[in-house]
């Protein structure tokens, strides 16, 4: 079967996020069909910028044909961002009856956040008689104005609107991460039957294949840690205001435990902010790491006691999450303290660990006692539970398959 794949961010373990349509494409490839992506040359969300020579360029990456749409550079949120989304769609629009031609796939998948290309591939999917997917992860543009402010007369919103029913109307399948979000769809435009839940998930075997032992600076902290008697609770990821690391700060403070020892890893626009905050509030227990490669998450989620995974609170939560970081703690079968409010936690449905308020340090700094204060069998089959589950539920193999069963 061949499967043509529109992402404006997609990625790949050598250009970084995002990397949902390259697990899926990988997948895919290892079954049997043939994989197009089409992404944009320019991401926010990648670390290595693929090639651009011209304004189509082709790259093969594990069997995967990307092509990749030039586009401006951009940073931050402003006028350029939207530039590099019109770009897109326009070189997308140019070149559409060229990839339904050279291409002939049988399925086209229209993958947001942005709508602004189902337009395209609706032409795409009507020139090759293909099937229509339209996959959604963020709901634009509901997410510029409950959480970015816009009033939603703005034009800027009226058009992603108009382009986000004009999906729901035109797909034969909805897909979303997002398990409660069908409703916000049918409101919209999408016809009863449409829409497939299909959560992000994690490659289970890769994840321990490619692991990688931990960079010296990160050894030689953890193993003095060790040797001095500590538990450690482990934060790793992106050091940004949606993180809700503030929240943890404040319950290190909260915890009164001398042998308690807080690791963040990671990097972000709020680090050295967090620093600062925790120095000022002469919290010694928490240290602060940079980032380790992506083959070394395993080694490092193994030298933790307990796993922090926290959320702002956030209206667009009520449809519901599926988290990258989640898969990887539960994958190290390690205890979890979530700090969450939305339409589905997996914490709680696996029984991983305990679940709590968000923007509540106390309720954090019970939780991690908690943790810490019950027996050590206990946790384990905690640990044990969360593995089982992501194995069960969110391997990406099971998943590649899930989707294209819902096509049938």
Request: glycine share 8%.
């Amino acid at each position: 079967m061949k499967i043509l794949l529109v992402n404006h961010y997609a990625g790949s373990p050598k250009h970084g996020m995002e990397y949902r349509p390259y697990h899926l494409a990988r997948q895919w490839v290892q079954q049997g069909h043939q994989l197009t992506i089409v992404a944009a040359s320019f991401s926010h969300l990648r670390t290595v910028a693929p090639p651009a020579s011209g304004r189509v360029t082709e790259e093969w990456i594990d069997g995967i044909r990307y092509l990749w749409l030039k586009t401006p550079e951009y940073h931050g949120n402003g006028v350029r961002r939207a530039v590099n989304m019109f770009a897109f769609a326009w070189h997308l629009q140019r070149h559409g009856g060229r990839l339904a031609r050279e291409c002939s796939p049988e399925i086209v998948i229209a993958s947001s956040p942005h709508p602004l290309i189902i337009y395209s591939c609706v032409r795409i999917a009507r020139k090759a008689a293909a099937q229509l997917v339209f996959e959604v992860r963020d709901l634009w543009p509901l997410t510029l104005v409950e959480v970015g402010g816009m009033s939603p007369w703005h034009p800027f919103v009226a058009l992603l609107q108009g382009a986000e029913n004009y999906a729901y109307r035109h797909a034969d399948r909805v897909v979303s991460v997002l398990p409660k979000a069908d409703e916000h769809m049918r409101r919209h435009g999408m016809a009863a039957g449409k829409f497939v839940y299909l959560p992000n998930g994690i490659d289970a075997a890769q994840w321990e294949a490619d692991a990688s032992p931990l960079p010296a600076e990160h050894a030689q902290v953890l193993s003095r840690l060790k040797e001095e008697g500590c538990l450690l609770v482990g934060y790793a990821g992106g050091h940004g205001i949606s993180n809700a690391l503030d929240a943890l700060l404040e319950a290190a403070r909260l915890v009164d435990d001398r042998r308690l020892r807080f690791v963040l890893v990671g990097q972000g626009p709020e680090k050295d902010r967090l620093r600062g905050k925790a120095e000022q509030a002469g919290a010694g227990q928490v240290l602060f790491l940079p980032p380790v490669p992506k083959a070394s998450i395993p080694a490092l989620l193994a030298e933790m006691d307990v796993l922090y995974l926290g959320w702002n609170r956030n209206p667009l939560y009520r449809f519901g999450i599926s988290p990258n970081k989640l898969f990887d703690y539960m994958m190290a079968g390690k205890p979890v303290v979530h700090a969450v409010e939305a339409g589905n936690d997996l914490v709680a449905e696996s029984g991983c660990g305990i679940s709590c308020a968000p923007d509540d340090p106390a309720a954090i700094a019970a939780a991690i006692r908690d943790l810490l204060e019950r027996p050590r069998v206990e946790v384990e089959a905690m640990g044990r539970r969360g593995r089982a589950y992501v194995v069960r539920c969110h391997d990406y193999g099971m998943l590649a398959q899930r989707f294209l069963k819902s096509l049938e």
